[in-house]
């Protein structure tokens, strides 16, 4: 699934750290950053800057329960 267009990144990741399995972003390239890692984060927020390939990303959930988390900031 994709990020809704303009979420609110920290909210975003708030809600992540209440999910129980891995979340993962994965670029058009092949990149995969898993969005628990503090490291993954820092790198995550930075492409707020770079908002084509924040919203081309995919966001995935090992454990399909956590998209019912994330719903708010998934389309």
Known sequence: MHLKENCCLENFLIRVKECQSKVTFETPEGDVLAIKSTLSQYIFVSLQ??????SS??????????????KDFLC
């Open 49 to 54: 800057f770079q908002p084509a390939l924040l």
């Open 57 to 70: 990303g995919i966001i995935r959930c090992e454990d399909i329960k956590d998209y019912e988390l994330l």
